[in-house]
């Protein structure tokens, strides 16, 4: 089973629609949970991390679920600016090497 | 302020030669690593350097090797280039030694070896 794995996509969804992207992990141990988000040929940037009892950012939710092991993305009313590939990072306690999933790709249309 | 800055952004070597990337941190930024990313896949981390000490290596081959200098700025080499090596490197620098800090990632330099 993979350290990290994510639905590669794409998910194609109209304007204004709601979509959740989730990412389970294997490593019990681990600790600290970002989404980063990467356009397309550029560098990836975080969108924001994920904290134990969930967190929001305008439009943006993140959660975790320690037990089953995943952490999800919401984004509500999307918009077309939002396309893009999502990465879910995590790190272990400890250490200093971040593994990243392979990244869900979203396209929003008109 | 200056991001991170990587060098050069694109380049094509020949397989069996050699490539040297760099990477100049974000300003106050002690922490450095390396990422490789194939197309259709994440990241993969190669090594970190903190304090110009190697403080974390991936899952990679020897031909890959890296350092730290003094200025905080990191070079990354490649020897004996193969097919395979082809793919986008990435370098992020971050404050801490890494743990929960957020990566500032620079554009990339891709490397196609033919």
């Known amino acids: 089973r993979k350290e990290v794995e994510q639905d590669p996509g794409p998910f194609n969804v109209p304007e204004g629609a709601t979509v959740a992207f989730n990412c389970t992990y294997s490593?019990?141990?681990?600790?600290?949970f970002f989404w980063y988000r990467q356009d397309c040929r550029k560098e990836p940037k975080l969108l924001m991390s994920?904290?134990?009892s969930g967190n929001e950012d305008g439009r943006f939710t993140a959660q975790l679920n320690r037990a089953s092991q995943y952490i999800s993305l919401l984004i509500r009313d999307s918009k077309l600016s939002d396309s893009a590939t999502y990465l879910c990072?995590?790190?272990?306690?400890?250490?200093?090497?971040?593994?990243f999933g392979r990244g869900t790709s979203l396209i929003v249309h008109p | 302020d200056a991001g991170v800055t990587q060098s050069p952004t694109h380049l094509i070597k020949t397989r069996g030669q050699h490539v040297t990337l760099r990477c100049s941190p974000i300003?106050?930024?002690?922490?450095v690593s390396w990422y490789q990313q194939v197309l259709g896949q994440g990241p993969q981390f190669i090594f970190q350097?903190?304090?110009?000490?190697?403080?974390g290596r991936g899952n990679f081959p020897d031909r890959f090797s890296a350092r730290q200098f003094p200025n905080y700025s990191s070079e990354l080499n490649v020897n004996a280039l193969l097919l395979g090596d082809s793919a986008l490197y990435l370098c992020?620098?971050?404050?801490?030694?890494?743990?929960?800090?957020?990566?500032?990632f620079g554009e990339g330099s891709r490397l196609t070896v033919l």
């Open positions: 990072v995590l790190q272990s306690g400890g250490s200093y090497i971040p593994t």
């Open positions: 300003s106050g930024h002690k922490s």
């Open positions: 994920v904290y134990s």
């Open positions: 350097y903190y304090e110009k000490e190697e403080r």
């Open positions: 490593n019990s141990a681990s600790q600290s």
């Open positions: 992020a620098s971050s404050y801490g030694q890494g743990g929960t800090g957020e990566l500032f």
